[in-house]
């Protein structure tokens, strides 16, 4: 397993990160330890959570249920010193979290305590704003998304103000480096370079949804990433499983997202069919598993500092890892160059 640093912080993370999203409406508290335990054993020492998990589906019944598995873990085990912990900040829209309120100083307050006790730890290692207040692009928002109607301001005093208040957490102890994730160039600069001007914590990573179907990271955040250190965090590196192939010709195993989620947030639309096809048949010339390749493509991104990855079975989630093995050739990349060329966006 290799490791990275995440931004400028020195705290080394390997570059496989489990995610945990299921853990509590697909999976089950034992088989969570069960998954935690084998990550470890594997190398893997950065796991990545959020208040708002699982969210397969999001509900008020289930929110929470994964970081207090996660801390009923580090209770039972005592290895809370062998992970680097991730989680995340909720942002506005949904009232059974802080009455749907926005992200602003007093949420953060409040969700960093509460997250430190069903976490049943005494420190965060990286703290993230889940999504902007502000709108963005992401999970299929590009499509209609309008920055024109943004207050420009507010914007930047609501950026001002979530760093102050992440600022007192780390003084406190509570937290060790702060991190984005649904966020654009424009935002992450600005967090940097208010930061900068203030003297408060400095973005280490921004958490963004990267795959083989969906390279957006690739253009102004790759620049961003290079020039200030600011590393990326893959959420959804199989596109929510689709580049396995197990949804192709409308299947939809039993117990997988698709048969529960419908349309994978956007994903499972006809436009991604052919160029799934296309790799899933690259892969399996040069015998390949789909799954492995498409993990093993995200880690040779030069601005990757970790690829989160998700299962809900121990099969599922010993392929994933062992893709920090798999080495691909010139020729896979190529193809890949040449699929991606031809079906730049699909989702």
């Given at each position: 397993m290799n490791f990275k640093t995440l931004g400028r912080t020195g705290i080394k993370v390997s570059q496989i990160c489990l995610g945990t999203m299921t853990w509590g409406s697909q999976n089950s508290e034992a088989?969570?330890?069960?998954q935690m335990d084998y990550a470890l054993d594997q190398g893997v020492n950065f796991f990545d959570t959020a208040e708002l998990y699982p969210t397969t589906p999001v509900?008020?019944?289930?929110?929470?249920?994964?970081?207090?598995?996660i801390g009923n873990w580090f209770?039972?085990?005592g290895n809370r010193d062998k992970v680097v912990l991730a989680t995340k900040v909720a942002g506005a829209g949904r009232p059974y979290i802080r009455n749907g309120a926005p992200i602003n100083a007093e949420t953060i307050r409040q969700a960093v305590d509460a997250s430190l006790s069903r976490l049943k730890t005494d420190y965060i290692d990286l703290y993230q704003i889940h999504w902007p207040n502000r709108g963005h692009y992401h999970f299929r928002g590009a499509w209609n998304y309008n920055p024109f109607e943004q207050d420009k301001s507010r914007t930047r005093?609501?950026?001002t103000e979530k760093l102050d208040a992440l600022g007192d957490c780390v003084k406190a102890g509570k937290i060790r480096?702060?991190?984005l994730s649904n966020e654009t160039a424009w935002g992450t600069q600005n967090f940097l370079t208010i930061a900068e001007k203030l003297g408060l914590p400095r973005v280490a990573t921004v958490q963004n949804e990267y795959s083989l179907l969906y390279r957006t990271f690739d253009l102004d955040l790759a620049e961003l990433s290079h020039h200030e250190d600011v590393g990326l965090l893959a959420y959804?590196?199989?596109a929510a499983?689709?580049?396995?192939g197990k949804y192709l010709d409308g299947g939809k195993p039993a117990g997988s997202r698709?048969?529960?989620?419908?349309?994978?947030?956007?994903?499972?639309?006809?436009?991604q069919e052919p160029v799934t096809r296309a790799y899933v048949e690259l892969a399996r010339r040069h015998d390949l598993d789909p799954t492995q390749m498409a993990l093993a493509f995200c880690l040779t991104r030069p601005f990757m500092t970790s690829v989160i990855i998700g299962a809900t079975s121990m099969e599922q989630l010993k392929l994933n890892i062992g893709a920090a093995d798999v080495v691909l050739s010139d020729e896979v990349m190529r193809g890949i160059f040449d699929i991606h060329r031809q079906y730049p966006m699909p989702i």
């Open positions: 088989e969570a330890f069960q509900s008020p019944e289930t929110y929470t249920d994964t970081e207090k598995m209770e039972k085990t005093d609501e950026i480096a702060i991190g959804s590196p199989l499983g689709i580049l396995s698709g048969s529960i989620n419908g349309d994978l947030g956007g994903r499972l639309v006809p436009h």
